[in-house]
């Protein structure tokens, strides 16, 4: 079995230290490039239909398709200062004994600042994992060997650029700010659309990233009071919902037929991936711009209810769709006692996407291309 420090680069779980360790400092770069390792697959059997989970996936994704620019109330007005304050009170940060902590002499400018900073954070790290989802899918398209995944990929990479498009607007008409891309999901991208295997492309986007992020929005879309970005993280999570889909019902056939030592693998890059998730969820960024030390702030953020119950809630589409795989399982279950320890395992019995993604679509009336 592969070492902690080979698979995470330190010996344990919560060493902040090691997580702190790895910071973006591109902040002026504006391209970054990465060796994509794959082959081009063509694929002489046009016969679509012979996967007709696929199929209905790709006349559903063809059905709901729907622009950003004309769909969504962009004309509406977002008072940040106001939202802000409400998202840090529903994390209930001032709640806490603050004696002792980085926030003891904070007043309201303060905390409103870290609200502020806080959207801005989120958002960023929202636009960059699209652009990520936006390449994987490309690559997807180009190296899957089935003629129906290909369809509905293709469909995926419209839904990736339009998703990367909204984010990008919101960020630049209704917030105060960009953010790089933290190093954690920058790292986790990076082996993404390295990796040669198409395989390991749709566990890493499909079922992990896409995964976190629908489990994401959903909680963001719970808790905001903008009603734009409500109705366009409802957007978005409608098509994320397909996008896990699309990766369990094509890898539940793929895992069925491989060896213990190659579900291995895909046990620990799928641990990998998730312990580099939770570990973006940090917001370090954030904390060095305000001037606080990551290393004093993050542990006393951690005591939050609310925020520890968020970070668990992200992974309520990662652990039943990994069950659904087989991979929790696998090995004598190496999968299940990692998730274990990281205190998420509670989620396997949930319903996988491959079944509920119909309970995410939108009505025929909510979008002018649905009607």
Known sequence: MTSYRELIGRDELDDLDSILAMTNTDFEGIIHTVTDNCDAMF???????????????????????????????????????????LAVSQFGFQQLDLTHSPFQNWGDKEWLTLGVESQNWTLSQFM????????ATAKIVETVPWIDAKYYAATQVMDEARHVEVFAKYLDTKLSGH???????????????????WDMTYLGMQIMVEGLALA???????????????????????????????????????????????????????????????????????????????KKAIPFAQQSPLRAEF???????????????????????????????????????????????????LADDETHAAS
């Not at 006349?59 to 200062?81: F, H, I, Y």
């Not at 960059?128 to 390449?135: F, K, M, V």
């Not at 953010?179 to 295997?197: K, Q, T, V, W």
């Open 311 to 361: 970070q668990k809630m992200l992974f309520t589409k990662i652990v039943p769709n990994c069950k659904k795989l087989g991979l929790l399982d696998a090995n004598e279950g190496w999968l299940r006692q990692r998730f274990t320890e990281i205190g998420v395992i509670e989620y396997e019995n949930l319903t996988d996407t491959g079944e509920e993604y119909d309970a995410f679509a």
């Open 216 to 294: 994401a929005f959903g909680f963001m879309h719970q808790l905001t009071e903008d009603p734009l970005l409500k109705k366009l993280l409802r957007y978005v999570m409608s098509d994320e919902a397909r996008h896990v889909a699309f990766g369990v019902l094509s890898l539940k056939e793929v895992y069925a037929e491989m060896s213990s030592p190659e579900l291995q693998e895909r046990a620990e890059f799928a641990f990998e991936a998730a312990v580099r998730m939770r570990d973006r969820f940090l917001q370090q960024e954030v904390w060095e711009r305000l001037g606080v030390d990551p």
């Open 43 to 85: 694929t002489w059997n046009y016969g679509k239909g012979e996967r007709p989970a696929l199929t209905k996936l790709y006349e559903k994704a063809k059905r709901s398709q729907w622009n950003g620019e004309t769909d969504l109330p962009w004309e509406t007005e977002v008072d940040q200062e106001e939202f802000a304050h």
């Open 128 to 135: 960059h994992g699209e652009q990520g989802a936006l390449l």
């Open 179 to 197: 953010y790089p891309m933290n190093m954690h999901l920058g790292m986790l991208l990076d082996d993404i659309i390295e990796d040669s295997r």
